[in-house]
């Protein structure tokens, strides 16, 4: 395995890889009538995003597609990171040193495969250092 990557950097790469999609593809947020009124263009229909999101309805399909892309490139490069890499990084981004317990650790990472052993191995390794 060729570890040449930082999880930090495959993560920021990801998000404004994201980001750029969300904006091509014309999203925008509204909380209420007015933000939605300034946000929808004229003629253009449009479906809930969720978290306040609107897309055009005729960039559904297209953003699906993309984001599905994006997700996979997203999962090829994690395997150029170290394991113990990604899993530290988030242990420290959900402050698990701090509260002592990592399971939003493994809510975050379970979908990318990592085990609760994987992460309990990586916790107790570091717990000394961080805490």
Not at 3 to 9: A, C, H, I, N, P
Not at 52 to 80: M, R
Request: aromatic share 16%; hydrophobic share 35%.
């Amino acid at each position: 395995m060729n570890t040449t990557r930082k999880y930090s950097e495959v993560k920021q790469e990801y998000t404004d890889k994201y980001n750029q999609l969300i904006e091509d593809a014309e999203v925008f947020f509204a909380f209420s009538d007015e933000q939605y009124e300034e946000g929808a263009k004229e003629g253009v229909q449009y479906e809930p995003f969720g978290m306040g999101g609107f897309i055009p309805v005729h960039k559904v399909d297209s953003f699906g597609e993309a984001t599905v892309d994006l997700h996979l490139w997203f999962k090829e490069e994690l395997k150029k990171v170290d394991l113990e890499d990604i899993i530290l990084y988030e242990l420290n981004n959900h402050e698990c040193f701090y509260t002592g317990d990592w399971h939003d650790t493994w809510q975050a990472l379970r979908g990318l495969g990592i085990t609760q052993d994987q992460i309990a191995e990586v916790y107790s390794k570091h717990v000394r250092h961080y805490a």
